[in-house]
């Protein structure tokens, strides 16, 4: 399913900021449709901000700004049905959100929130190998150009590279590579490989609901689409895909909190990586990026692989910081154990 918030921002993204309004008792949704409008009635306040209303024919407890008094009337249109009741307190004269076009905007992303959820990574469209050089270790510069250009190609950022593409930074051709342009069979494949993966090893017995048509939305697109949204929600974004041959690679980025040695708040990026080697078996490998400098952990559940990556964390620091990457600590530990920033 579409993350809850995520949904909910978007709708309250489309009425121009107009008060939101969330029902806080049981309430159900069959009862309403996404677009309508209903006449209410406060008719007396429960708790700070909680009053019972009659709307239409429904008594129910909502959440109401601090400006509205018992006896009061409203107006209220229905813009989400689940996870909770949500209203808006009136329509925006902004001809961009007039009552038809919300009701279908509405009526879409209800719709989108019925539909099977996999995983929550994008899957790579292009089977092929990142890197296929010949040699018995990838170049890593080139190896990183090939998982940038990957992840910007994914589709998640399309409409941020349109508007690139309008404004002349980003050419046609780049933007063709993404899977919004690519052919409907090619794109539907990538995901159904996914989803079937994931329904072979999570819940073989059960493969959960069937996708449906949605209007205005090509089927093929419908699993990128969820993508967005929930990268929009997690604020992460994630991908997988094989980075040279027979090695898959799940690979995930999220900003995160942090707080500096002075105690000041910030926030630094961070990077993960999980491989399963075929030497050194299941490596997980985070970096946090922080005041130019990178903070290093590997898990390893083999201590015979900790130990190897721990005499050869030398030999990585070295060739991190020729490329000018600056190491302010590592770690080697196993999955499970209390991360300790202070290992150097």
């Known amino acids: 399913m579409i993350p809850a918030d995520a949904l909910n921002s978007v709708k309250a993204l489309g009425l121009a900021q107009k008060p939101l309004v969330t029902a806080t008792s049981a309430v159900n949704p069959a009862l309403f449709e996404p677009g309508q409008k209903y006449q209410a009635s406060v008719q007396a306040q429960l708790a700070p901000g909680i009053f019972k209303v009659k709307v239409g024919e429904q008594l129910m407890q909502l959440q109401l700004p601090g400006n509205i008094r018992s006896g009061d009337t409203l107006m209220l249109q229905v813009v989400a049905l689940l996870p909770r009741l949500t209203f808006t307190m009136a329509t925006s004269a902004n001809p961009l959100s007039t009552a038809e076009q919300l009701s279908a905007t509405a009526r879409l992303l209800s719709s989108l929130t019925q539909q099977p959820y996999t995983k929550n990574y994008v899957p790579s469209i292009n089977s092929a190998p990142l890197w296929t050089g010949g040699s018995e270790f990838p ?49 539907k494949a990538a995901f159904a490989d996914n989803e079937n993966s994931t329904n ?38 994630q991908w997988q895909g094989q980075v040279w041959p027979e090695q898959e690679m799940h690979w995930k980025i999220h900003e995160e909190s942090a707080r500096s040695a002075s105690g000041e708040e910030g926030r ?27 903070n290093l952990l590997l898990d390893a559940e083999e201590e015979a692989t900790r130990s190897t990556l721990g005499a050869a964390s030398t030999q990585l620091i070295a060739a991190m910081s020729e490329r000018g990457i600056k190491v302010a600590a590592t770690q080697i530990k196993q999955p499970g154990q209390e991360r300790d920033d202070a290992a150097g």
């Open 139 to 187: 170049d890593s510069s080139e190896l990183a150009s090939k998982l940038h250009t990957a992840l910007s190609q994914s589709g998640l950022f399309y409409e941020s590279h349109q508007a690139q593409w309008l404004a002349g930074a980003r050419n046609t051709a780049q933007l063709m590579q993404e899977p919004q342009n690519q052919a409907p069979d090619k794109v």
């Open 268 to 294: 630094q990026w961070v990077t993960q990586i999980q491989l399963t080697l075929p030497n050194l078996g299941a490596v997980n490998a985070t970096l946090r990026f922080s005041n130019g400098s990178v």
């Open 200 to 237: 072979a090893t999570e819940n073989n017995a059960n493969p959960g609901p069937a996708r449906i048509s949605i209007p205005g939305i090509p089927d093929h697109l419908q699993p990128l689409i969820q993508q967005q949204l929930n990268a929009l929600d997690t604020r992460q974004v």
